[in-house]
């Protein structure tokens, strides 16, 4: 369901960003020991959808979940339902 999501997100034009939670985690890991976790946030934040699969299938350590709770933008007021 999250890869039709993902496909039909990419066919009406707009960016996407599809990977695994595990693949999430290490790339902000990796970026934020080159100390550029900022930059890989930015990255993150840009498409208009961002899918993380595999959430709950693997454990992850108390850095790495801060790492990905950072990573979450604050919502917009246009974004949020009343």
């Given amino acids: 369901m999250a890869i039709s999501l993902a496909i039909a997100t990419a066919q ?3 960016r996407v960003y599809y990977g695994t939670l595990a693949d ?3 790339s902000l890991e990796e970026a934020q020991l080159a100390r550029r976790l900022s930059q890989r ?3 993150l ?3 208009a959808l961002l899918l993380v699969d595999e959430l709950g299938q693997l454990p992850i350590s108390a850095r790495a ?3 990905a709770r950072s ?3 604050a919502a917009s007021p246009s ?3 009343h």
């Fill in 71 to 73: 990573s979450r933008p």
């Fill in 79 to 81: 974004s949020t339902t």
């Fill in 12 to 14: 009406s034009g707009r």
């Fill in 24 to 26: 999430l985690i290490t």
């Fill in 45 to 47: 934040v840009f498409p």
């Fill in 41 to 43: 946030l930015k990255t």
């Fill in 65 to 67: 979940a801060s790492a």
